[in-house]
């Protein structure tokens, strides 16, 4: 069976949990062997607790979003609890929170103030997912852009802890062996599993190319990963690059050594984003000394002024569709291109004032972000929790927190992607009997909400029929294509990047069958001529 046919891998079992905390420390949950954004968030914060001289017990999630290579060692102090110490920090997403408080239980929350590490990068928070405020006590935001959002719906204490940004230590590689030409280098380094369209190369490619003729010197080199999570956006990627030998394309994992080479080996970092929670890789470029240029706009300015970097101008656009999991009309923001093309020219041609401005980023970044700075922070923010939040909780009585205990008496199941937007099961129905008088005011307002959703449901039918149809069009190719004696040596019908958009496409139809009360999708598929093929 094609791997990428294959279910999302289950939540492990929890080892054992300690009754009561057997002293002040951290628990750590993450996903830490996960090659994503988040799971690189999470390892820097155990290197901070640890830094700190913390007991520290860590416990690593899966996930289908990522690789899992990342040489990652489990701590646990013996007896090898899951949860011995009186802090729960999970670096765990709200989309995803309430799935792992279901898969944790009551015994892991009981007597431990809990904190939920959340990544975001639109200004607004998703009004669906308000469940995930119940499985946390307090909420810590990659940055201030992140953190305000999220202040807007909830009445608990939101802070916000930056990501510790580690000196990158590069191999001692030549461009050659990264595969990358000689000349100056700008470099962009993203994810499509973060949503491409929200990261924007090709917004960069079209900057690049108002900014420079082809042949006139300098050469854009984008590093990307998780092509196969948006076929679509890597194949506009290449039509826009296309027919330019100074855009070089790479595609593919590199060892976390060998990324850090590409970004030492660069000249100037580039970063063309609509919204970044925080922009791990610009800070990186930043704490080498690297002349960027970025949007002026959202979490890295958490990092980046007009003094350590190049801030492009922006206009407020809008989310389109098909961008989970953010809400098609979001805002967002819409760089200016030309402003973009200005100073690509100004830092190619202009290399000294280049220099002295990467070299104030690289004192900035040493000073204000480094992994000392954040443990001191981090310090503050555990002191401040035990001196201020615990002793209003009550916590150590060996009971959880209230809103912990009411979301767990649900059964969370994990069916869905860790961006599901999807509520975990369906809410109990109530018999005309057993209605309580006077409810009649919560009931419409229940109606109403109903209602808004069932507008949403509506319009994901109508993406999910438009992907369906694309689909349709991509089998009938399949099945006009020659038989396999006339295939050419190599050649791939059916590659990684086609199964896993079938994928997708199977998890959010089943998600939408479930919302309308349908069978899941695979007893329906399987009673089709020609589904095993």
């Known amino acids: 069976i094609p791997e990428a046919l294959l279910p999302a891998p289950a939540m492990p079992s929890l080892p054992g949990l300690a009754p009561e905390p057997v002293g ?55 007896p090898g609890w899951a949860n011995p110490y009186d802090i729960n920090l999970v670096c765990v997403n709200a989309g995803a929170v309430m799935r792992f408080a279901g898969m944790a239980g009551r015994g892991f929350f009981s007597g431990r103030y809990t904190v939920g590490y959340w990544a975001w990068e639109l200004e607004g928070f998703p009004d669906s997912w308000p469940r995930a405020f119940e499985a946390v006590d307090e909420i810590w935001m990659n940055s201030e852009h992140a953190a305000t959002g999220v202040r807007e719906v909830t009445e608990k204490p939101v802070a916000v802890f930056p990501v510790p940004v580690e000196l990158p230590t590069p191999a001692p590689m030549t461009r050659s062996a990264l ?34 003729a082809p042949g006139e010197g300098p050469v854009l080199v984008i590093k990307s990963i998780s092509e196969a999570a948006n076929p679509t956006a890597r194949e506009r990627l290449h039509y826009e690059a296309g027919g330019r030998p100074d855009i070089v394309l790479l595609e593919g994992y590199m060892p976390r050594a060998h990324k850090d080479a590409l970004l030492a080996a660069c000249d100037a970092y580039v ?3 609509r919204a970044e929670g925080f922009g791990i890789t610009m800070a990186e470029a930043m704490a080498l000394g690297k ?145 309580p008088a ?71 139809l089943v998600r939408l069958l479930r919302r309308l009360g349908r069978p899941p999708l695979g007893w329906v598929l399987r009673r089709q001529s020609g589904y095993r093929r």
């Open 438 to 508: 006077g409810e009649a005011g919560p009931l419409r307002a229940r109606l109403k909400e109903t209602t808004v959703r069932l507008e949403r449901v509506r319009g994901e039918r109508d993406q999910y029929r438009s992907r369906a149809a694309r689909l349709q069009t991509e089998l009938q190719v399949l099945r006009a294509t020659p038989p396999a004696a006339a295939i050419p040596p190599g050649k791939v019908l059916v590659d990684q990047e086609s199964l896993e958009e079938l994928r997708r496409a199977k998890r959010d």
């Open 291 to 435: 002349p960027t240029i970025a949007t002026g706009y959202s979490g890295n300015l958490e990092f980046m002024t007009r003094e350590n970097s190049y801030l492009v101008g922006w206009q407020p656009g809008r989310v389109p569709a098909d961008c989970r999991p953010y809400r098609q009309g979001a805002v967002w923001a819409e760089p200016d291109l030309a402003d973009a093309a200005a100073l690509l020219r100004r830092v190619f041609e202009n290399p000294e004032e280049a220099h002295r401005v990467g070299e104030v980023a690289r004192a900035d970044l040493a000073r204000l972000h480094s992994p000392a700075a954040r443990a001191r922070l981090l310090g503050e923010l555990l002191d401040r929790i035990r001196r201020e939040r615990m002793p209003l909780e009550g916590l150590g009585r060996g009971q959880p927190p209230t809103s912990v205990a009411l979301a767990l008496t649900t059964r969370i199941e994990d069916p869905m992607p860790e961006d599901s937007e999807v509520p975990a099961g369906p809410a109990p129905r109530v018999g005309r009997g057993e209605r």
């Open 179 to 212: 595969g990358v030409p000689q000349g100056f280098l700008f470099l962009f380094v993203f994810d499509y599993g973060s949503v491409a369209e929200r990261k924007n190369p090709v917004g960069l490619v079209q900057a690049f190319k108002k900014a420079f």
């Open 271 to 273: 970063s063309l984003h």
């Open 24 to 78: 002040p420390g951290v628990n750590l949950v993450g996903y830490l062997r996960s090659e994503l954004g988040l799971g690189e968030a999470a390892r820097q914060v155990v290197g901070a607790v640890r830094s700190l001289g913390l007991p520290l017990s860590t416990l690593t999630l899966p996930t289908v979003h990522a690789r899992q290579e990342h040489p990652f060692e489990e701590l646990r102090p013996e």
